[in-house]
C-alpha cells in the first residue's frame, strides 16, 4: 500500500514537473472560437520552430479575448468582431486574418442563394418557408449563435436591422452550429467561412460566392476582421509570435485552412 | 496520549465535517452577493416576468426560461416518474431477490453515464426522430423531457425500491392471509405504506432534472421562447447561465448570476420538501 502511495507521489511530481520544470517561456491566446484552430496550428508550427517556448490556446470566444486580454489571464486575446467594444481600447490590436461569414444550409437543400434582404427576414422571422425563397414547402429552421458571439454581432452589424426571431435555435460554437445544420435538412445558420466543410452547403449572398477569391477581390460582403490584442505595446516574446503569424509562413497557413490572409 | 489522539480525531472529523457545509455556505453567499443587488436594481417583477431577453440592449426578462425550466422538469417527470416507480414495484415485490440484486446495480450504473453523452445521444438519435415523425427542429422541450426522464430514472428507481424494501414483511403477510393477491397487496398496503419515500424519490429526481445543465443544452435549442407545442425549443434557466457565461460582461454578468439565485432557491424549495417528505416517513414508523 505504501508503495503504491509512493509510486502515485512520484508519478504526479513528475508530471508536474514536466510542465514547468525546463523553463520555457509561455504564451496563452484565449478567444474567438473561429479563429482558434487557426491559432493552433499557428502555433504548433511556430513551437516546431521555437523549442523554447510554448503556446496555449484556448476558446470562449470574442468577450473572452477581450477579458482575459485585459485581465492578463492570456497574454493574446482573439477577437473576431467588425467593431471591437469600448473595453478593447486600452487594448494593442492587430489584424491578423480575415474571414468571411457563410451562410449555410444543408446539402439537401436545393437554394443556392440569398439576397442579403432575404437573409434578413428569414432571421428576423419575416420568411418562414423555403418555398417564399424559390425552395421547398418546408418551414424554415433559424440557427444562430448566442448573444455576445463575435460572429453573430458580426453577422447583425454586417446584414443590418437583424432582430433575431424568438424561435431560433441557439448553439454556443461554430462547431456546434455546423453540426445542428448538417443533421436538420430544413435550417439555416452561419459560420465561419474557414470552417465550411462537405456536411454542408455554403449559400451564396447577392450572387456572390463565399469563396477566397469573392472575398480577397471584396465582392463578398460578408467579411470580418480577426484580431489580436495585447495589453500594452508588442514585444519580446509576444510581438515575435505575431510577426511569425503575419509573416508570409504564417499567413500561408491562415489562408491554407479557408481564412483570408490580412492584407 | 490515547486522549490526545482522540480529541485530535475529533478535531479533524469536525473540520472535513464543517467543510462541505461552509462549500455550501460560499456558494449561496457568492451568488447571493453577485445575483441579488442586480435583481433589486433591475426590478423583481421585471426581472422575473418579462419575457424579453436582449442582453445587448439591456433586456433582461428571464420569464421564458422560468416557464421552459418548469415544463422540461414537469416533461422528465411524465416520462420518468412511472417509469421508475412501476420499475422499482416490479423489482422489489415482483423479482426474485437475487436478480433483483444483479439489475439494481445495473440501474445504477445509468447514473454514472456523464450528462454530456446523454446529451450527444439526444442530438444524433433522438432529435432526428422526432423531427421526422412529429416535425419542428427535432432539438426541443420533447427531447429534452425523454433524456432528463431517463437521467432521473436511477434516482427514482433506487430509493422507490429502497422506501418499498423498508416495509416490514409482515405488513404483506398480513394482507396475504386475509386473502390479498400479490398486486392487492402491493397498491393497496405496500404502496401506501412506503408513499413518502416515493414520493421523496421523486422530489429528488425532479431536482436533479431541474439543474441539468449539459445535457438540456445539447438537446432542447435553446431558444429563448415560451413553447407553445412540446416540439418547441426552448431555454432553461441551467442552459442560459452556461451558455451566456462566457460571454457576458456587466449587468449581463449580474444577470445570469441573478438566475443563478432563481434557480438556486427553486431548488432549495424542492430539496426542502423532499427532506420533510422523509422525515414524515421516519415519525410514522
Redesign the interface.
Known sequence: MKKIMLMSFVLIAALLMGGCGKGKASLTLAGSTAFQPFAEKLADQYMNINPDISVTVQG?????GI?SANSGAAQIGMADLVVLPA?AEGLTATVVAKDGIAIVVNPANKISGLTTEQVRDIFNGKITNWKDVGGINA?I?VVSR????GTR?SFEEIVGNINLK???????SNGTIR??VA??AN?VGYLSHGLINEKIKALKVDDQECSTEAIIAGNYKLVRPIFLLVKGNLEGEIKKFIDYILSDEGQNTIKADGLLPAK | MKLFGEKAVRRILMVTAFSALSGLLLIALFILNEGLPFIFKYGIKEFLFSSDW???LGKFGIYPMIVASLWVTLGAMIVGAPLGVFGAIFLSEYTPRPVMKIIKPTIELLAAIPSVVYGFIG??VL??II?ANF?G???SLLAASIILGIMILPTVISISIDSILAVPQSYREGSYALGATTWQTTHMVTIKASKSGIIASIILGLGRAIGETMAV?MVA?????IPNTPL??V?TLTANIA??M????GM?RQALFATGVVLLIVIIILNSLASVAIRKRMVKR
Open positions: 470562449g470566444g470574442s468577450a473572452v477579458q473595453e418551414p429552421t448566442e448573444a455576445g458571439s454581432s424568438r424561435d431560433a435555435l441557439i448553439q454556443d453540426e445542428t443533421n436538420d435550417s | 436582449y442582453p445587448h442530438v444524433m432529435a432526428p423531427r416535425g427542429p427535432g432539438l443544452i435549442g435553446n431558444s429563448v421562447n418547441d425549443s431555454r451558455l451566456e462566457s460571454y457576458a460582461t449581463h
